[in-house]
């Protein structure tokens, strides 16, 4: 059952990404991912485990742009945790087509490890078997600074106040800006209102000291970022979904429906198969 359900798992993602053609290349472009060192035996309970986790994150992001989930297994030693945030900005059917992405890539990327992580532009998708769930984490994953624009008290006023603008809205998703400055937080829906607090200041100041005068600036950490832009300095900024054909996005729920009913049989009909092998 655990080869059947993997190769379910890859047919259903395998679609996803076909027929979502329209996300946006910026919103599923790759920021960073990474694997832990150790790794499980193939065809183990733990990879089962890993598969239906995966699985529902994929499944949960059609309705939710946050969602944890823990598989426990028939011995807790093979426990596997795993969460998925998408950007507060993307809609439901972008989300799901993000996750999709971000799970086959953390899959190709970390073959057999016991945990990994992916952040794509619009989401974040992590499992591990360690628990990570609620636990704030500060740690700089990937910081990214723009070339310096000189020193300019002005520019440097105005980013700063931009993020102390967003430093006083609540909300997991936070964005704002003022003139040609943009800026953007985001952190994962497991940490608590003063741990998101806490880490989106920790990045902000990080941004300030680290960015200096640069026009644009990324500060990933553990449990959540912050960006800032000035004017068209970042190219991703301007991954809105604004420019999108609503047609196009309407035929490609769609598709993308009648193939999930498709693969829905073609599973349904494996099922009885297996089924009624046993029965015989
Ligand atoms: C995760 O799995 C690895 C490899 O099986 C093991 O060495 C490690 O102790 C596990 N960690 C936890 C928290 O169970
Ligand atoms: C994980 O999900 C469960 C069920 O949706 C929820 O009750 C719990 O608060 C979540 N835990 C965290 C740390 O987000």
Do not use: W
């Amino acid at each position: 059952m655990g080869k059947a359900m993997t190769f379910f798992t890859l047919s259903l993602l395998f679609l996803i990404s076909l027929f979502y053609p329209s996300l946006s290349d910026t919103t599923g472009s790759f920021l960073f991912g990474g694997c832990t060192q150790q790794k499980y035996s193939p065809d183990s309970p733990y990879q089962s485990n890993i598969d239906s986790l995966l699985t529902s994150l994929v499944n949960s992001a059609t309705y939710s742009s946050y969602n944890n989930f823990t598989i426990i297994g028939s011995t807790q030693s093979d426990v596997v945790y795993g969460l998925y945030q998408c950007r507060g900005d993307l809609s439901m059917p972008d989300c799901a087509t993000c996750v999709a992405r971000a799970v086959t890539r953390v899959g190709s990327m970390c073959p057999q490890t016991c945990g990994g992580a992916v952040q794509l532009e619009g989401c974040y998708v992590k499992y591990d078997n360690a628990t990570f769930l609620g636990v704030e984490d500060k740690t700089v994953i990937l910081k990214k600074c723009g070339p310096s624009v000189g020193y300019n008290p002005d520019a440097m006023n105005s980013r700063d106040a931009v993020l102390a603008g967003l430093s006083g809205s609540g909300g997991s998703f936070r964005v704002g800006g003022s003139g040609n400055i943009q800026g953007m937080a985001q952190c994962t829906g497991d940490l608590s209102f003063a741990e998101c607090q806490d880490c989106i200041s920790e990045a902000f100041r990080r941004l300030r000291s680290d960015c200096g005068t640069a026009d644009y600036g990324d500060m990933f950490l553990g449990k959540c970022y912050a960006r800032y832009s000035t004017g068209g300095a970042h190219a991703d900024s301007k991954a809105h979904d604004k420019s999108k054909n609503e047609g196009e996005k309407t035929f490609a729920i769609i598709v993308g429906l009648l193939a999930g009913v498709a693969v829905l049989i073609i599973f349904l009909a494996f099922l009885r198969r297996v089924c009624g092998g046993q029965g015989k």
